[in-house]
């Protein structure tokens, strides 16, 4: 199975949006929308922000927001703010169930 | 809230096998699915595979010729068994919980990092 391919780097501005894409292929993110995101700060553990596409999780602010078309998904965070910055993977099960990660996108508030 | 950590050597020899074992805490072992994951230095996350409380494992084709992971639902606690190591196996090692195989990485393990070196 092959990774998700993500840009390796993204920037924006305090209070601007940015989004992030996550491109698959037909074995994951094209037919399925088990298509997850994560946040890791340096030295954490990732932590859950989005997942089926779209879904929060309890705590997670709405500034952060998913969305998928075909074999490309995307995360959206609106009203940056320099918490934000860190590294962002996406993850898809695919048609074998198993489990595929993005390369990872390194965001940077300027 | 439930919490996970991982326990085993930080060194492990070439050839060797590396394992790992991860304890659950704050819920039952049972119900869910649980993943390993690992992430080299400076590099990005892989999926190992993922074992159910029941047993039922899947494991990343990658990897699926080394690993063995294993369940003890009287402890808690799930395993990681990877054979005949490398260098390129050097990286921190995530245990997690899911809902189902299809579920999200919801809890995560805060991480261990295992080198292999002689």
Not at chain 2, 20 to 43: A, D, E, H
Not at chain 2, 77 to 91: E, H, I, K, P
Not at chain 2, 93 to 111: L, N, T, V
Request: with cysteine; proline share 5%; aromatic share 10%.
């Amino acid at each position: 199975q092959s990774a998700l391919t993500q840009p390796a780097s993204v920037s924006g501005s305090p209070g601007q949006s940015i989004t992030i894409s996550c491109t698959g292929t037909n074995s994951d993110l094209d037919t399925y929308s088990y298509v997850s995101w994560y946040q890791q700060h340096p030295g954490k553990a990732p932590k859950l922000m989005i997942y089926d596409v779209s879904r929060r999780p309890s705590g997670v602010s709405n500034r952060f927001s998913g969305s998928k078309s075909g074999n490309t998904a995307s995360l959206t965070i609106s009203g940056l703010q320099a918490e934000d910055e860190s590294d962002y993977y996406c993850s898809s099960c695919t048609t074998n169930s198993t489990w595929v990660f993005g390369g990872g996108t390194k965001l940077t508030v300027l | 809230q439930v919490q996970l950590q991982e326990s085993g050597p930080g060194l492990v020899k070439p050839s060797e096998t590396l394992s790992l074992t991860c304890t659950v805490s704050g819920g039952s072992i049972s119900s869910y699915y649980w993943s390993w994951i690992r992430q080299p230095p400076g590099k990005g996350l892989e999926w190992i595979g993922y074992i159910s409380y029941s047993g039922t494992t899947n494991y990343n084709p990658s990897l699926e010729s080394r690993v063995t992971i294993s369940v003890d639902t009287s402890k808690n606690q799930f395993y990681l068994n990877l054979s005949s190591v490398t260098a390129a196996d050097t990286a921190v090692y995530y245990c997690a919980r899911q809902g189902g195989y299809q579920s999200p990485f919801q809890h995560w393990g805060q991480g261990t990092l295992v080198i292999v070196s002689s």
